[in-house]
């Protein structure tokens, strides 16, 4: 009988770690993308919201080459510790996941644009002067100018961490089957076990699959927690684990700890 080394604790570190460096790099990209946006809404005396798609291309060319490089990363580390191998994730699993790193990433200028359009709308609604309504969207248009953007990075860096690192376990455990000759590889979803966690992945705790097979977490079908193809309600700030095992093989979940 295997008790298992819970994943989420084992990479503890290295996942604090990752969730570090996004969060850094996510904020910074988002201050250099403010200041260079900021003017173009505001400097002509009129607030022109959409002005903010100008810079959207500049906005993906930021997440391209400072947050994904951070997931990848993450990624890499992961996965060669599952392998133990030492390898450069130059494989299609690889790019296919960090493709859909920097296309999550992509719509802050829609969001922002929509913050500014609200802010206007309350500022109208309130009868407030058109200095008034600038200094609001001014607000927004700052990285620090309110607590929205800190908490967003949060959320960013927490769910672009675990999806690196379960879509790592995912791969890893997949090269380390095949180089194993194992036919028929499984995993199994291991929830948080405290009152933060959905239900549906309470619910999906201890679910066993085929390796390659989805689980079933509320409805949708993920290959692995923080799948990012999932629907948004199943994946944003998922803190579940995968853990590979082999067809058969019995947990005792008797110690397990919470991550």
């Known amino acids: 009988m295997t008790t298992p080394e819970d994943p989420a604790s084992r990479a503890n570190r290295i996942i604090r770690d990752g969730e570090a460096r996004i969060s850094r790099a996510w ?16 400097g002509s005396g009129q607030i022109q919201p959409q002005n903010v798609g100008q810079n959207a291309a500049f906005w993906g060319e930021l997440m391209e080459s400072e947050v994904v490089p951070e997931s990848a990363s993450l990624y890499r580390r992961i996965r060669n510790r599952v392998t133990q191998r030492d390898e450069p994730i130059t494989d299609p699993d690889a790019a296919a996941f960090l493709n859909e790193v920097g296309n999550r990433l992509k719509h802050v200028p829609d969001e922002t644009y929509a913050l500014i359009v609200r802010e206007i709308e309350r500022g ?9 309504m600038t200094a609001r969207v001014q607000a927004v248009l700052t990285a620090t100018g309110t607590p929205y953007w800190k908490n967003r990075a949060v959320t960013v860096a927490r769910t672009e961490a675990l999806a690196a690192v379960n879509a790592a376990v995912y791969a890893g455990a997949i090269r380390d089957a095949e180089a194993r000759g194992d036919p028929a590889p499984f995993k199994v979803w291991l929830a948080t076990e405290d009152t933060r966690t959905r239900p549906t992945h309470t619910k999906a705790d201890g679910q066993r699959t085929l390796l390659t097979s989805p689980f079933v977490v509320g409805g949708a079908q993920l290959k692995f927690p923080g799948d990012p193809r999932g629907p948004a309600q199943e994946v944003i700030m998922c803190r579940c684990s995968l853990l590979p095992i082999v067809l058969g093989e019995t947990l005792d979940w008797t110690d397990r700890q919470d991550p």
Not at 124 to 132: F, L, T
């Open 27 to 42: 904020f910074r990209s988002l201050t250099r993308w403010m200041d260079r946006t900021r003017p173009q809404v505001l």
């Open 124 to 132: 109208i609604a309130d009868g407030e002067s058109v200095p008034d």
